[in-house]
């Protein structure tokens, strides 16, 4: 028998790492179950989701040996914490095989192959299935590839939860704002049209979504065997923009009977919108990044404008739909007058909650990939800094701004690392005082 152990990292850099879900690692640790019988592979998944990031090696030896041990890294500011999990497990059970994929891995494959003995370009489905089949015959590759076009998403099954304790799937604290009903996570679709200069997470470059059944389905089976009440779809854009797809994701929510919230772009329109109240979305969050148009344009999201957010945030608010606007500072081109000129946006607009984060030049995205043309003379190459999170929980955290603008860039002078850190403190303080930040 092949034992199989997909390992979650700490996520020390959120406050509760417990409020999320590890979705992709128990999409992949079901697939696998799925496939294999029983006699043949054992699936577990070792979750040290809020483990202090010092006390690893403890939590560390405590998982067992196994003959995979496997990991899905979407974020950079995770790989080295994942890298050191690997090394710790390779010294105490130096048989095991360390497979990973996710977006790190497909922006970063060369350095990836380095740290693990096999990796995963593309979406895990199939790949993680004939590693365990080439583990068990001892016939292990480098590179496991595979287009997303191959593999639609549509019938993926639904993660097991059972793969973890309930109190790791189901929490009040996703719908803490809502009566902190019984809620989790999931997602419709995977992917995203666009092609935002400092995102990678658009991959797919085109939205795969769920069949009508596998939707019906998880809800069904999220509702009986956890009492879910709130659903926190995780998909980068919630509201297909195809309105037909989006009515059938509405259409399924609404026989459910359900609560839910989501991120979604504001280029939905006022009937999505009102069929998503409908169906029961209480909030959704918006990427409007940032209140100047030069910046809209030097980050490649010129498709949102000013007006189309200020329409989008008018008919959510008709029609009871509360909004949270994500924005970004330190993103190349940004005016002096930054922090007054998004104070005013936010009061003339009245979002009820904002996201504020501090940009980070993340592997693979464009702007990684040609620095020098945002103005960027030096991205610091330690991932461990590369989460954006910066002044969220307090005063004290040091986690993200991993770059340094020229003082002279060709959209004029450009804020100093120290200057954004302080653009984004006094912000953060200015929306915790109005109770905007959760
Ligand atoms: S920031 Fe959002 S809309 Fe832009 S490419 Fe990324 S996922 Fe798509």
Redesign the pocket.
């Known amino acids: 028998m092949t034992s199989v152990c997909f390992v979650v990292p700490s996520w020390h850099y959120w406050t509760n790492p417990l409020k999320l879900q590890p979705m992709w690692e128990m999409y992949y640790a079901t697939v696998c179950q799925a496939h294999f019988d029983r006699d043949d592979a054992r699936v577990v998944i070792e979750d040290l989701r809020g483990h202090a990031a010092d006390s690893l090696s403890e939590a560390v030896s405590d998982v067992g040996e196994h003959d995979v041990y496997a990991y899905w890294i979407m974020k950079t500011g995770d790989s080295v914490e994942i890298a050191n999990i690997v090394s710790l497990i390779r010294d105490r059970h130096p048989a095991g095989k360390h497979v990973a994929g996710g977006t790190h891995v497909d922006m970063l494959p060369e350095e990836c192959a380095n740290v693990f003995d096999a990796i995963i370009v593309g979406p895990g489905e199939n790949s993680f299935k004939q590693i365990v089949e080439d583990t068990r015959s001892g016939r292990l590759e480098k590179v496991y590839e595979q287009p997303y076009r191959e593999v639609p998403f549509t019938d993926t099954p639904f993660p097991d939860r059972s793969l973890l304790p309930v109190d790791r799937v189901v929490n009040p604290l996703l719908f803490e704002q809502y009566g902190g009903v019984p809620a989790t996570s999931l997602y419709f679709s995977r992917g995203?049209?666009?092609?935002?200069a400092?995102?990678?997470?658009?991959v797919p470059s085109y939205l795969q979504v769920r069949s009508r059944e596998m939707m019906r389905d998880e809800i069904q089976y999220l509702k009986d065997g956890y009492g879910v009440k709130g659903l926190n779809f995780r998909d980068?854009?919630a509201i297909h923009p195809n309105a037909k797809i989006s009515t059938t994701m509405f259409e399924v929510l609404g026989e459910a009977d359900i609560v839910w919230r989501g991120?979604t772009?504001t280029v939905a329109t006022y009937e999505q919108l009102k069929q998503a109240r409908d169906s029961g979305c209480l909030e959704l969050s918006i990427?409007v990044?940032t209140v100047d148009d030069q910046v809209m344009q030097i980050i490649?999201?010129a498709w949102q404008t000013e007006s189309q957010i200020r329409s989008f945030m008018e008919n959510a608010k008709k029609l009871g739909i509360r909004i949270k606007m994500c924005l970004i500072f330190g993103l190349p081109g940004e005016p002096p007058d930054i922090v007054e000129r998004s104070i005013r946006f936010i009061e003339e607009t009245e979002p009820d909650y904002i996201s504020l984060s501090g940009f980070c030049p993340v592997p693979g995205s464009p702007i990684f990939n040609n620095p020098e043309q945002y103005g960027i003379k030096f991205i610091d190459r330690d991932w461990a800094k590369h989460a954006h999170l910066l002044y969220r929980f307090s005063d004290e955290e040091e986690v993200g701004l991993p770059f340094e603008y020229e003082a002279e860039t060709q959209w004029g002078k450009a804020f100093s690392r120290e200057q954004i850190k302080e653009n984004i403190r006094q912000t953060q303080r200015w929306l915790e005082t109005r109770e905007m930040v959760y």
């Not at 995203?192 to 935002?196: A, P, Q």
Request: glycine letters at 6%.
């Open positions: 995203c049209v666009y092609k935002c400092f995102c990678v997470y658009n980068e854009v991120q772009t990427g990044e490649d999201k």
